[in-house]
């Protein structure tokens, strides 16, 4: 299975990814699209805070390291226009079922200025009575001051970057947080209400083994998150210039990665957790596990989702919004966004329109991302589009069924449990526009 694991996939949070997008769809696409909205369709709210006050040497987000408010402030600023803009262009009093603050730190400005921009979005926009607010933070700079402004506002679940306890693969990424850090980072939420809590964790780093891998689950386990997102480090130093300050002799290689990632997960399952998807665990009583059980996971640019809105709003640096025609993406560059956005203009600069054949192929990417099946014959029908054509473009399919990791019968395509660490890989089997599998 070892080429399956080399090969560089997309990890499918979208289809298709942004590789594809293109600048000829743009501002004008994008203004079109969201009047085209209909008014009643509930839909998610996306804000991207692209600051931290140190760099982690694995980070492969675009973010500012500051260590001044300034730049905070003025960001947040050009990003309340923004959200101005975008109600103008968007039905009035959307009503909106999740909101979520990315980073970045999102937590990283000042509990006045979070509270002021939750008050702003629900002037725009008509928060659901179950809406769920989500914010990732980062447990060395929390504060007790941001605990009661996520109170006040309404946060009910939160995201702590965690990654290892390991201090030794905490020094070679340049990520130093204590054990009790994280603890009373996890404590201060729960005694603010929210209890809502997830951890990241990562396998793949460098100096990491199995048995550290392990233990930084255990520890993790013992503080009882209802959710951990494990993910796999993916090293590309010619895209991500601060990852070049990482020993590369000192990662994994891919064997030692997929032992890694089976004890992490075979640890989390032990202690009760569920495994959900690719990457993902929950607790039985979570609502990822609960939309599992009952068909009802999703795959969004977020990972993975309860959330069965079809459309989501992105604001902020390099954010993408999901719109009904297709996907829009807004500048990377802070500097870019911020001219677009003072000249009264939507700071689009790029997307794509899907066709009807995108659309059946993502359906087919989301339930096999999900539930590491999919019904391709069922999926084609509910989208009145012949399955032979889907099937004659997957031809590395043939070869994962050989390898056996996957079975296939009259169109239904099963991962096999042992194998879905190489979920992306059938996955990819569907995505005609790679070109970068192995043979």
């Not at 009910?156 to 130093?176: E, H, K, W």
């Not at 990662?251 to 075979?266: F, G, K």
Request: hydrophobic share 45%; proline share 5%; aromatic share 8%.
């Amino acid at each position: 299975m070892t080429k399956y694991c080399e090969a560089h996939l997309p990890w499918y949070t979208i289809y298709p990814t942004v590789s594809q997008f293109s600048p000829a769809v743009g501002a004008n696409a994008s203004g079109e699209w969201l009047r085209d909205m209909p008014a009643d369709d509930t839909v998610s709210l996306y804000l991207h805070i692209p600051f931290c006050r140190s760099m982690c040497w694995y980070c492969g987000f675009p973010v500012s390291i500051t260590r001044r408010d300034a730049s905070v402030l003025n960001y947040l600023a050009v990003l309340r226009e923004e959200i101005r803009l975008v109600s103008e262009q968007a039905p009035q009093g959307l009503p909106v079922s999740d909101v979520h603050f990315g980073g970045g730190t999102p937590a990283i400005m000042p509990p006045a200025e979070f509270l002021a921009l939750m008050e702003l979005l629900r002037s725009y926009f008509a928060f659901k009575k179950a809406i769920t607010v989500a914010v990732e933070i980062d447990p060395r700079t929390f504060t007790s001051e941001m605990a009661e402004a996520f109170e006040s506002a309404g946060v009910n679940r939160a995201s702590l970057g965690v990654q290892s306890f390991d201090p030794t693969v905490q020094q070679a990424i340049n990520r130093v947080q204590t054990e009790t850090q994280v603890a009373a980072a996890a404590e201060n939420l729960r005694r603010h209400g929210i209890v809502r809590i997830n951890f990241d964790l990562m396998y793949g780093l460098p100096h990491q083994t199995v048995q550290s891998c392990v233990q930084s689950a255990k520890t993790a386990v013992a503080m009882r998150p209802q959710r951990l997102a494990v993910f796999g480090y993916a090293h590309v130093p010619s895209y991500r210039k601060n990852q070049r300050l990482i020993e590369e002799a000192a990662l994994p290689d891919m064997a030692a990665r997929a032992e890694q990632a089976a004890a992490v997960a075979d640890t989390l399952v032990s202690a009760g957790y569920r495994q959900i998807g690719l990457d993902h665990f929950a607790l039985p009583n979570d609502e990822l596990a609960l939309a599992q059980k009952a068909g009802r996971l999703r795959r969004n640019s977020l990972g993975y989702s309860a959330d069965t809105c079809q459309m989501l709003i992105g604001f902020g640096a390099s954010a993408i919004s999901r719109l009904g025609e297709g996907y829009v993406q807004n500048e990377l560059a802070q500097s870019s966004y911020t001219r677009h956005i003072s000249a009264g203009h939507l700071a689009t600069s790029q997307g794509y329109r899907l066709t009807g054949e995108d659309r059946v192929r993502a359906a087919i990417i989301e339930q096999l991302m999900c539930n590491l099946e999919a019904d391709v014959p069922a999926i084609c029908a509910a989208h009145e589009f012949a399955p032979i054509p889907i099937f004659d473009s997957a031809g590395r399919l043939a070869r994962l069924a050989e390898d056996g990791v996957v079975d296939i019968a009259n169109g239904f395509v099963r991962v096999r449990q042992e194998h879905r660490f190489v979920l992306r890989a059938v996955a990819a089997a569907f995505d005609p526009y790679l070109d970068r599998l192995p043979d």
